[in-house]
Structure formats: structure tokens, C-alpha cells
């Protein structure tokens, strides 16, 4: 689901690879207030594998209650729910986990210093209940069609709270 302008200025979704075999339902709204109504809504069905929502901005409609009424309705139907809001500020929410996404500089290019390579994306999982904060870099790898992060630095220490945090050293 996408409310008008973020059509407009970010484009349909790229669906390939995506439910692979299984029919996919697109919807543009023309109000923000009516993309969260179908995404609460959609989240009663129990046999969708996922919905996704997109905004542009910060809508009034987009507040606290909303984005709680969104991750309950999430829990009870144990259908995923991603809401991205496009060129909006981190406001409070009740997500169960928040990213922040952006574009980086591409790899170099293997065979010409002046090309662009593979493109990347910055990560960054700034909240969530039951995770560390942490950041990435992932590249997109065309000849096998999939993203992969990027080697972590040397003696970079991960790992959960729980103690079970570890040095890596290669």
C-alpha cells in the first residue's frame, strides 16, 4: 500500500523474487490516514504472508496510537507489518524495531576505476526490543541476485547484552 506522493516520488515497488509463486496486492491511496486503515485491516486476514505500507513525510495520522494499533494487530495475527515513511523524521512510535536506510557509495568497479560497481546501502538498527543497536554496510551482487553484508572491520566485539558477546578477529 502507498499513499499518492510516495508513488509519485519513489516509485512501485520492485516485486520480483518477492512471494515467489504467490499472488501480490498492490493498492495506491490517495490519504495517509486510509493506507494505515487498509494495513490494520489487512493484518486480520491470518493468511497473507506480510504487508507493507508506505508514506511520504509525517502525517498527522501517523502517531503513537497508530503505530501501536499496527505492531498488536501484527502480534495477534502473526502477519509481519513494515511501515516505511520516506523523507520523515524519527517521531515516536510504538515499532518493534526501527531502521534507518540509505543509499552509500557504490564498490568500486573491477574493471574500470571511473564506473560505478555494486551498489550499496547503509543499515542502521537504531531501536529494537530485543536486539543491540548496529549498523551495516550490504551490497547488492547482480550475478547472483542477492544482498550481502559486508565483511565486518577486524576486532569488531558482537554480540547480544546476554553476555554472549564476542571479539571477531578475521
Same mark, same amino acid.
Given at each position: 500500500? &502507498?499513499? !499518492? +506522493?510516495?508513488?509519485?516520488? %519513489?516509485?512501485?515497488?520492485? =516485486?520480483?523474487? *518477492?512471494?515467489?509463486?504467490? $499472488?501480490?496486492? %498492490?493498492?495506491?491511496?490517495?490519504?495517509?490516514?486510509?493506507? =494505515?486503515?487498509?494495513?490494520?485491516?489487512?493484518?486480520?486476514? #491470518?493468511?497473507?504472508?506480510?504487508? *507493507?505500507?508506505?508514506?511520504?513525510?509525517?502525517?498527522?495520522?501517523?502517531?503513537? /496510537?497508530?503505530?501501536?494499533?499496527?505492531?498488536?494487530?501484527?502480534? @495477534?495475527?502473526?502477519?509481519?507489518?513494515? =511501515?516505511?515513511? !520516506?523523507? $520523515? %523524521?524519527?517521531? =515516536?512510535? @510504538?515499532?518493534?524495531?526501527?531502521?534507518?536506510?540509505?543509499? @552509500?557509495?557504490?564498490? +568500486?568497479?573491477? #574493471?574500470? &576505476? &571511473?564506473?560505478?560497481?555494486?551498489?550499496?546501502?547503509?543499515?542502521?538498527?537504531?531501536?529494537?526490543?530485543?536486539?543491540?543497536? $548496529?549498523?551495516?554496510?550490504?551490497?547488492?551482487?547482480? /550475478?547472483?541476485?542477492?544482498?550481502?553484508? +559486508?565483511?565486518?572491520?577486524?576486532?569488531?566485539?558482537?554480540?547480544?547484552?546476554?553476555? /554472549?558477546?564476542? &571479539?571477531?578477529?578475521?
Amino acid at each position: 500500500m &502507498q499513499d !499518492h +506522493l510516495s508513488a509519485r516520488e %519513489t516509485g512501485r515497488p520492485y =516485486l520480483a523474487g *518477492i512471494g515467489a509463486g504467490r $499472488a501480490i496486492i %498492490t493498492i495506491n491511496l490517495s490519504r495517509p490516514v486510509d493506507v =494505515l486503515w487498509t494495513l490494520e485491516n489487512s493484518l486480520r486476514c #491470518h493468511t497473507l504472508a506480510a504487508v *507493507i505500507g508506505e508514506l511520504w513525510g509525517d502525517p498527522n495520522a501517523v502517531d503513537f /496510537t497508530a503505530t501501536k494499533r499496527l505492531a498488536l494487530r501484527s502480534e @495477534a495475527s502473526n502477519v509481519p507489518c513494515w =511501515l516505511i515513511r !520516506h523523507a $520523515a %523524521t524519527p517521531n =515516536l512510535s @510504538a515499532a518493534r524495531a526501527r531502521w534507518r536506510i540509505g543509499s @552509500a557509495p557504490s564498490a +568500486l568497479h573491477p #574493471h574500470d &576505476q &571511473q564506473a560505478p560497481g555494486m551498489p550499496r546501502w547503509s543499515l542502521d538498527l537504531f531501536r529494537a526490543h530485543h536486539a543491540r543497536p $548496529a549498523k551495516w554496510t550490504v551490497t547488492y551482487d547482480r /550475478t547472483t541476485d542477492c544482498v550481502d553484508p +559486508l565483511p565486518l572491520p577486524r576486532n569488531r566485539e558482537v554480540g547480544a547484552r546476554d553476555g /554472549t558477546a564476542r &571479539q571477531l578477529t578475521g
